[in-house]
Structure formats: C-alpha cells, structure tokens
C-alpha cells in the first residue's frame, strides 16, 4: 500500500520563479488499488511520482510504503519496492543489452547481489514464459539488442521489467503518451492484464481523460498541486470525458486548460 500524508513541495523558493508545486497532498492506496490521475500541465503530477519514487524529497509531508516510513529513503533504495514505466520507451531499458540481459537486471533488482551468472538456462525459460504474454513473439528473440525494437515493444518490455519482481508499488509516468494509438491502445490492453494477474497496487499519470476513465478502479484529478477531485469505483463506472470537465469547472469555476487532458 502508499500512503502520503500532507505532502508539501516548494520550487525556487524567496524567487520570482517560486512556485508550490505539491500543496498539502494525502492520498492513500490501499493494496490493489489502480488510480488513475489526470490533471492539465503543471498540475503536479510529475512531481508527485518523483517524491514518491525517491527522485524528490518533500519539503513538508511523509510517505509511507507498506507501513514503512520511506520519506528520506534515497531513490535507489526505494526501487527494491517501486517499479516504474516512464513516458519514454527509452528510459527503462539498456539499448545495447539483449531483451535477456535486460529482463535479468531486472529481475535481479530486488535479490542480493552474487557472482552468478545473470541469465542461466532456468531463467531464460522463465524469460521465455513471462515474455510470452505479451503476445508480441518477444520470447523468440531474446538474443536482440532493445536498441532494435519498437517503441511499442520496447515499452512493453519496460512495463515486463518493472512488474515481474511484483512489486510494493507500480508508478506508469504517462507510459503511452509517446506511442501511436493503436501502440498505446496495446500497452494500455497489457498494463491492464499485468496489473490483473499481479494485483499491484498502481499509480498510472495520463493526460489521456478516456484511458483515466477506462483503466483502474479509482480516479484522481489534481489542479495547480492539489486533488480537487476523488472518484470512487462505484462512482468511475458512470464516469464520461464531459462529467470530468463539468466536474472541473464546478470546482475551479473555470474551464479545464485546452491540452492533451481532454483527448479521448
């Protein structure tokens, strides 16, 4: 489960540029919670996955992983309980390394470093196993270099390589943003499977207000640091695009900026 409590983050604090980029936020996920969070740029967001992974520490507030008080804890650290899948199919994979060197880091994230071989015949079936569902014939080519994949199938292999080892917490930075939509379509398909068959607790960030909709079981809209809007279950099964935006200019009088949040 996460658990923030009044967490507070301040930028270029006493200048011009100041600006309150968190503001007093608490939100708790209980354990298989998915919640999706939509916002318009400079909402937080970002901001808000970095202090979570470790990337940032708050000025003021806690965060809490499975009960354990994580606030200070450094970045590298934290990833022994975070898996995380940013916007950029780049990000979470060595390009020159094979798809089976890669999963093999891997999977070795969370275990005690040894002097053994990091792919053995057991774990490159095992390699061979998880890649197949994806059903995008990954599991032949484990010999690859990522370098030559597809954004699409290197995204897919980056959201692989941060659920396999189960972990406490799955952060999806706006994991599709980058891909065209039939690609974004598929790893919206697959987070959604691997999230079902792990039951991760998952915190997804999307501009995309339909894939908020679509996916999770909760929904979380965040304005200029703040959530002004929590959607439970019972409440997202009823949930359209417009009832969002009616919902934002209900509670911040105005209109929702015209971004990539209202795209469907």
């Keep these: 489960m996460l658990q923030l409590n009044q967490i507070h983050k301040r930028f270029n604090e006493g200048s011009p540029d100041e600006k309150i980029a968190i503001d007093r936020i608490n939100l708790t996920l209980k354990a298989g919670d998915f919640v999706t969070v939509i916002g318009s740029n400079g909402a937080g967001k970002s ?26 804890m450094m970045e590298y650290k934290r990833s022994r309980m975070i ?17 089976e060197e890669n999963l093999a880091m891997a999977f070795s994230r969370n275990k005690p470093r040894t002097l053994r071989r990091g792919v053995t015949h057991k774990r490159r079936e095992y390699f061979r196993e998880v890649l197949e569902t994806l059903h995008l014939g990954l599991e032949n080519r484990l010999s690859a270099k ?26 999806l930075d706006e994991h599709t943003a980058a ?52 959607v439970n279950e019972e409440q997202k099964e009823q949930l359209t695009i417009e009832g969002l935006l009616a919902e934002f200019k209900r509670i911040r009088g105005t209109q929702m900026a015209s971004d990539r949040a209202i795209l469907s």
């Design 47 to 72: 901001t808000l996955m970095n202090i979570i992974s470790g990337g940032l520490f708050p000025d003021a507030g806690e965060v809490y992983i499975d009960g354990k008080n994580v606030t200070n």
């Design 83 to 99: 898996g995380r899948v940013f916007q950029d199919p780049m990000a979470g994979t060595a390009p020159s390394m094979t798809i």
């Design 146 to 171: 990522v370098g030559l994949l597809s954004g699409g199938e290197r995204q897919a292999l980056s959201l692989l390589m941060a659920t396999f080892t189960e972990p406490s917490i799955l952060l």
């Design 179 to 230: 891909l065209d939509p039939s690609r974004a379509e598929l790893i919206s398909n697959i987070t959604k499977a691997i999230v079902d068959r792990y039951k991760l607790t998952t915190l997804m960030v999307t501009h995309n207000m339909q894939q908020a909709i679509d996916l999770g079981n909760r929904l979380v809209m965040m304005d200029k640091g703040q959530i002004i809007l929590e």
